[in-house]
């Protein structure tokens, strides 16, 4: 069975232009994450999504970020305009909703880089 | 303070040495303790977990949970060249569905 599937892999762009990362989750997976990463650092909650419904949008940067998980499944994560401080890499993660011990898997990411 | 504190490392052990990770935590409200292994450009993938207090063992790795303290650890045993990558702890309350990681230890084992 597929893991988590991103793309692009890779990003190279200047700031101020827009940029999206597309994420599809592994089948029946209802939660779906995206992450930042920044270098020699954790994994930091962007925005979490229970089917279509965003649950947890605190850490997202709403003036220049957004999020959106059409028919609760694949997802999109945008950013207009893109800043220097952006370059990261975006991973998405995905799991099931049960309660208790929750594994993430997360798929390869999305690394940015911003000019 | 942050919730996870980590030791960034890097850690650069020879072949067959056994290797101690460890994080601090904050919040007592913490009930599933992860180690989550994280290759070069590739995403974190879960190595072990551990509910509440005490020690799971699997294979090399044994990890251990220690919450009057707030100290959770995992110990690589025989560690092996391909143990080398970014070791990130994650920690999550009983609800499961938020998930707070350290910085990530990175950890070189030298054939």
């Known amino acids: 069975e597929a893991g988590v599937v991103q793309s692009p892999r890779y990003k190279i762009i200047e700031k101020k232009q827009p940029v999206a990362f597309w994420c599809n989750p592994i089948s029946g997976h209802n939660t779906l994450y995206w992450y930042r990463q920044n270098l020699g650092q954790g994994p930091e909650l962007l925005i979490r999504?229970?089917?279509?419904?965003?649950?947890?949008d605190s850490q997202l940067p709403k003036d220049r970020f957004s999020a959106e998980r059409l028919k609760g499944v694949d997802s999109t994560l945008k950013i207009q305009p893109a800043e220097l401080g952006d370059s990261a890499v975006y991973l998405c993660?995905?799991?099931?909703?049960?309660?208790?011990?929750?594994?993430?898997?997360f798929g390869e990411g999305s690394r940015l880089t911003v000019l | 303070q942050k919730e996870v504190e980590q030791d960034p490392g890097p850690l650069s052990v020879p072949e067959g040495a056994i290797v101690s990770l460890n994080c601090t935590y904050s919040n007592s409200a913490f009930q599933y303790f992860m180690w989550y292994r994280q290759y070069s450009r590739k995403g974190p993938e879960l190595l072990m977990y551990?509910?509440?207090?005490g020690n799971k063992e699997d294979g090399r790795f044994t990890a251990q949970v220690d919450k009057s303290s707030k100290y959770i650890s995992l110990f690589i045993r025989d560690s092996q060249p391909s143990d080398s990558a970014t070791y990130l702890c994650a920690m999550s309350s009983a609800t499961g569905n938020q998930f707070y990681f350290g910085t990530g230890t990175s950890l070189t084992v030298i054939p």
């Open positions: 993660a995905s799991s099931t909703n049960g309660a208790g011990a929750r594994e993430l898997f």
């Open positions: 551990t509910y509440s207090s």
């Open positions: 999504y229970e089917n279509e419904e965003a649950v947890d």
